[in-house]
């Protein structure tokens, strides 16, 4: 009876493997798949945008290299604006805005500056010299400056507020302005209440609109 029955068990011993076998190999196929989802998902999805295609582009705030044989500005064609100032220990800074009102020109170098009375005349007893190379930024020749109609450059007075005797200085009814090169031409005139001292008025070169003290 026992080696009769011994088919049957081993039959079904079989079977029962069988049906142990495929039910691991197909939880085996999910876990696969559940662990390679994930991978593909991460694949798929979008790729974020980049930080340089949502930035606005900045402003140009200087024109290229002009070409060669471009003239330089002539005092007709400038216009001269306060654009700030910075001041202590009797001495005092004042940035200027140079505006182009003509077509490309270039400026280079260091013009001259006076100032003017109330009649528009010169006023005598002042020299100029130049910002010392090692005055901060604003020493030195940074070079020359291509300014298309409507371009900008800057230039930086650097005058004293006292008098050596105690006095006061005497009061200008303005600053006027000869651009490198064509100081044989009317000046550009800027009205603005100033009290330099005698004594030499420090003028820099021309210099690019981003300069700053």
């Given amino acids: 009876m026992r080696s009769g029955r011994s088919p049957l068990i081993l039959t079904a011993v079989a079977a029962f493997a069988g049906l142990t076998l495929t039910a691991c190999g197909g939880g085996g196929d999910e876990n696969a798949a559940s662990q390679s989802a994930p991978e593909r998902s991460e694949q798929a999805a979008p790729t974020a945008p980049q930080e340089a295609e949502t930035r606005p582009t900045p402003a140009a705030t200087t024109a290229p290299p002009a070409p060669k044989g471009t003239p330089g500005c002539g005092n007709a064609q400038l216009?001269?604006?306060?654009?700030?100032?910075?001041?202590?220990?009797?001495?005092?800074i004042q940035r200027l805005e140079i505006t182009n009102g003509g077509g490309l020109c270039t400026l280079e170098g260091r013009?001259?500056?006076?100032?003017?009375?109330?009649?528009?005349?010169?006023?005598?007893?002042?020299?100029?010299?130049?910002?010392?190379?090692?005055?901060?930024?604003?020493?030195g020749s940074p070079g020359k400056v291509t300014l298309e109609k409507g371009g900008k450059?800057?230039?930086?007075?650097?005058?004293n507020d006292n008098s050596a005797s105690g006095k006061s200085?005497?009061?200008?009814?303005?600053?006027?302005?000869?651009?490198p090169g064509d100081a044989g031409s009317?000046?550009?005139?800027?009205?603005?209440?100033?009290?330099?001292?005698?004594?030499?008025?420090?003028?820099?070169?021309?210099?690019?609109p981003t300069s700053v003290f």
């Fill in 153 to 159: 450059a800057v230039l930086y007075v650097v005058i």
């Fill in 186 to 208: 009317a000046p550009v005139k800027l009205a603005k209440a100033w009290s330099p001292c005698p004594g030499p008025i420090q003028v820099s070169a021309v210099h690019p």
């Fill in 169 to 179: 200085c005497p009061e200008a009814a303005g600053l006027a302005f000869l651009a």
């Fill in 111 to 139: 013009p001259e500056v006076y100032p003017y009375d109330a009649a528009g005349n010169r006023m005598k007893g002042f020299k100029t010299t130049s910002v010392p190379s090692d005055f901060g930024s604003i020493g």
């Fill in 79 to 92: 216009a001269l604006a306060p654009a700030g100032g910075q001041g202590g220990a009797g001495t005092h």
